[in-house]
């Protein structure tokens, strides 16, 4: 069971991964945002600590399954 979930998990971080790389190919890093635009800076830093705490979520519940063995 955690190791599906750790899967899910590792979706997750994979997915705010490639979002967060579409975010700043899109606004040439961050340098073309339209007026008004503050909600792409928001973005480059809410996706990557998704992305991040995604996979240590991911990391841990794979961990813990093989250490416990439940």
């Known amino acids: 069971m955690l190791r599906t979930l750790a899967v ?22 961050l340098r073309n945002t339209r007026v008004g635009g503050q909600g792409a800076y928001i973005g480059a830093v809410v996706f990557p600590v998704l992305a991040l705490a995604f996979a240590w979520a991911s990391r841990y ?10």
């Open 8 to 29: 899910v998990l590792g979706m997750g971080s994979a997915f705010f991964t490639f979002w967060t790389l579409r975010l700043l190919v899109v606004t040439e890093f």
């Open 61 to 70: 519940c794979w961990r813990r399954e093989v250490v416990t063995g439940i």
